[in-house]
Each structure stands twice: as structure tokens, then as C-alpha cells.
T-cell receptor
């Protein structure tokens, strides 16, 4: 039972480079989200998806792009990396929220932009 | 917009003693859920406890319990008989009950808990 799998776990990028953070879940969850974690700020929502083909912006979407072509996968793309995007990134998934079901998180990706 | 505030950036407790972590939130909704997540050094986000706003009874999970004060918009976490393995960053989180736009959690800033042997 893999749950939510994020790759890579660590990444160093140069300013201006692009990359994709991968997220996959095997629980057939409808909802998937990306958060970034910064010291003293908790986790903030970047983008989210309520199902295949449907995505929307969260609190801090600038500089990031997402797509959801399958239920299982929800990649996060950094278009042109900036030092301000140095952070720890978490992918999460959950079933319908009405019952208060918990969100399951991946183990995070620590990204450093130099 | 909903906000969640954790006013204690750091807390410490002696092993076997009790500690309470504070959380306040602001919302105009009546239907919502509150959570406490634990993040150990491994970075894994682990759900500790969940509270439904419509329930008056405070949630309890073994040594973890909450004091949910809906009118005051307060949601504190009590850890009894603290263990070394409880050392972690703790996040308070909020989610609207009738969330039709995905599982959107709003997090507090976090409280770093140290457990002293």
C-alpha cells in the first residue's frame, strides 16, 4: 500500500531552470493538492484538483503549473525556477471531503534554487 | 478567508508530563473540520486527531485530546504522558465542511515541540 508517492525527495536547481515534481497516489482519491512549506508559515496551497481534467489555483500559484490527465497522477511544474521557490513541497490526496476524511500526504520534496 | 493561528512557535515538555499546544482560527462557516498534524524530522505529515465542528464532544486519541471551544474559535491539543517520540512540529489545520472545490486545508504556522528526557 504505497499511498502518496512523491519524486524526487531532494532537488537542486539553478535559477531559470524548469522541472516537474511528480506525485502519484494509488488510493483512487478524487482530490489532490500541492502545498509548499516555509519556516514560520505552515503549509500553503499552490494548486489543487477535484478530478481528472479539473484543476484550480490555490493561495500561492504564481510560477507553478499543474495538470491532471489521470486520477492517479498530479505533477507540479516549475516553469522558470527562482530562489523564492526554495521550499519543501508536499502533495496530498483525499476522498470526498464531506465526511471529514483526512488528507494523505507524500513525504515531501526539498527543493533548493540557487 | 479562513485563517489559523498558532501563537507558540516553540514549546518544551519533560518526558511523562503534559503539554498543551494552542490554536485559534477565524471563519464565518458553521460546518468545518479541524485537525492536528504531526511532522517528525522525517517530514512525513501524520494525522494526530480530528474534530468535527458539529460535535460538542472533544475528540480523544489515546494520549492526545483536544479542547474545542467553538464560540471562542479555539482548538488546543493536549498531549499527556509525553514521550520522546512526540517531539515534532505540530500543525493545526482547518477545512470547510461543504468544500466543493477540493480538499483545501488551511494550516497554522506550526509549533515545534521538544521533549526533554
Amino acid at each position: 500500500n504505497a499511498g502518496v508517492t512523491q519524486t524526487p525527495k531532494f532537488q537542486v536547481l539553478k535559477t531559470g531552470q524548469s522541472m516537474t515534481l511528480q506525485c502519484a497516489q494509488d488510493m483512487n482519491h478524487e482530490y489532490m493538492s500541492w502545498y509548499r512549506q516555509d519556516p514560520g508559515m505552515g503549509l500553503r496551497l499552490i494548486h489543487y484538483s477535484v478530478g481528472a481534467g479539473i484543476t484550480d489555483q490555490g493561495e500561492v500559484p504564481n510560477g507553478y503549473n499543474v495538470s491532471r490527465s489521470t486520477t492517479e497522477d498530479f505533477p507540479l511544474r516549475l516553469l522558470s525556477a527562482a530562489p523564492s521557490q526554495t521550499s519543501v513541497y508536499f502533495c496530498a490526496s483525499s476522498t470526498r471531503p464531506y465526511s471529514g476524511t483526512e488528507a494523505f500526504f507524500g513525504q515531501g520534496t526539498r527543493l533548493t534554487v540557487v | 478567508a479562513q485563517t489559523v493561528t498558532q501563537s507558540q512557535p516553540e514549546m518544551s515538555v519533560q518526558e511523562a508530563e503534559t503539554v498543551t499546544l494552542s490554536c485559534t482560527y477565524d471563519t464565518s462557516e458553521s460546518d468545518y473540520y479541524l485537525f492536528w498534524y504531526k511532522q517528525p524530522p522525517s517530514r512525513q505529515m501524520i494525522l494526530v486527531i480530528r474534530q468535527e465542528a458539529y460535535k460538542q464532544q472533544n475528540a480523544t486519541e489515546n494520549r492526545f485530546s483536544v479542547n474545542f471551544q467553538k464560540a471562542a474559535k479555539s482548538f488546543s491539543l493536549k498531549i499527556s504522558d509525553s514521550q520522546l517520540g512526540d517531539a515534532a512540529m505540530y500543525f493545526c489545520a482547518y477545512r470547510r465542511g461543504r468544500e466543493t472545490s477540493g480538499s483545501r486545508l488551511t494550516f497554522g504556522e506550526g509549533t515545534q515541540l521538544t521533549v526533554n528526557p
